[in-house]
């Protein structure tokens, strides 16, 4: 079936975000989210293991990849939901992006 091949792996991305932009130590420089990588509401913990820091834009789109993995999770969906609409410490109000720059 030609859509197999068009379909994304949500969970791979989402383990290369954490890996490839998320970091343990928050820097100095920029603005930064403090991120869950199992959340909360999935059994996660406050351990620093469990934590990440990401720039807002990542943070973001961290939460749209979970949101893609666990669609029917509902306190996933309405965390991404509640992103997308809320203001962040900067009071830059967030809007959901088009999916090509996600």
Excluded at 36 to 65: K, S
Excluded at 83 to 93: P, T, V
Aim: proline content about 5%; some cysteine.
């Amino acid at each position: 079936m030609i859509y197999n091949r068009l379909e994304m792996d949500y969970t791979k991305h989402y383990k290369l975000l954490v890996e490839k932009h998320g970091t343990k130590i928050k820097p100095e420089k920029g603005y930064y989210e403090l991120h869950h990588i199992v959340p909360r509401c999935m059994g996660g913990n406050d351990d620093n293991n469990n934590l990440v820091y990401f720039t807002a834009r990542c943070h973001l789109l961290a939460h749209w990849l979970l949101s893609r993995i666990y669609p029917n999770n509902y306190e996933i969906s309405h965390a991404f939901g509640m992103m997308c609409f809320m203001k962040n410490k900067l009071q830059i109000e967030r809007k959901t992006p088009p999916l090509h720059i996600l």
